[in-house]
């Protein structure tokens, strides 16, 4: 039987490289999540189901009922991103930010644990920012407080090792993806030029790894693991 999996923030580039790679496999029944026009995902359709949904709205009964609870693997690739300094920030903003990157996600992991107990499996990947481990950029603090509470693992997650769910976060580095061109005021040439590797990642390069979490990891767990060209 098909493992049933779960990409919220489908329609990113590193999304859609994720889902490339477990379509390949074709032992996954995938179900993509995406806020977005979903003609991006026109080479895909016949193969995937797919969800769409505004995860910063504060409905959040109204989100869940959209997805299932019988996912055995939820991979986190959310970023919404809304531009504001740690100066200037507005509440509205702070509550969309983290509902959409954070809160929401949570709540999907959370509704889908009772089943992968039961079967003895589940895989989650939740994902962070580079940004995290210098306190944000100009115009992306609350992009980044929601990627650093991403990396908290609560310890009911770190006592489900024994049903074989492994849970683990990626703190991802700056990556070649339209994700930057969202962001006001961003020297890409300088930001790429702090990096030991002096590169920006592909979103293959990072979906790959992910791929390789799920499909053959069976020790790795909670853990935060950089992948950032060693910054």
Do not use: W
């Not at 709540?107 to 994902?127: A, E, P, V």
């Amino acid at each position: 039987m098909k493992k049933k999996i779960l990409i919220l923030g489908g329609s990113s580039d590193i999304g859609l490289e994720v889902a490339k790679n477990f379509l390949n496999s074709k032992t996954y029944d995938l179900t993509l999540h995406h806020h977005s026009n979903s003609r991006i995902f026109k080479n895909l359709k016949l193969r995937c189901n797919f969800i769409k949904s505004d995860l910063s709205n504060s409905n959040h009964s109204k989100i869940l009922k959209k997805f299932d609870n019988d996912y055995d693997i939820i991979i986190n690739l959310v970023g919404y991103i809304s531009n504001q300094s740690f100066e200037k920030f507005n509440i509205r903003e702070f509550y969309k930010t983290i509902s959409a990157n954070t809160l929401v996600p949570i709540l999907i992991i959370r509704k889908s644990l009772n089943k992968m107990k039961k079967k003895n499996y589940g895989r989650i990947i939740n994902t962070s920012s580079i940004g995290v481990k210098f306190g944000g950029g100009k115009t992306t603090y609350l992009y980044s407080l929601s990627k650093h509470m991403n990396e908290f693992i609560p310890a009911y997650l770190k006592k489900m090792s024994d049903r074989n769910i492994l849970y683990n976060c990626l703190r991802i580095g700056v990556v070649n993806t339209k994700l930057h061109k969202k962001i006001k005021k961003k020297d890409l040439i300088k930001r790429v030029n702090l990096i030991p590797t002096k590169k920006m990642a592909t979103a293959k390069e990072i979906s790959d790894f992910i791929f390789y979490l799920i499909n053959k990891n069976n020790f790795i767990n909670n853990e935060v693991i950089n992948i950032s060209g060693g910054e």
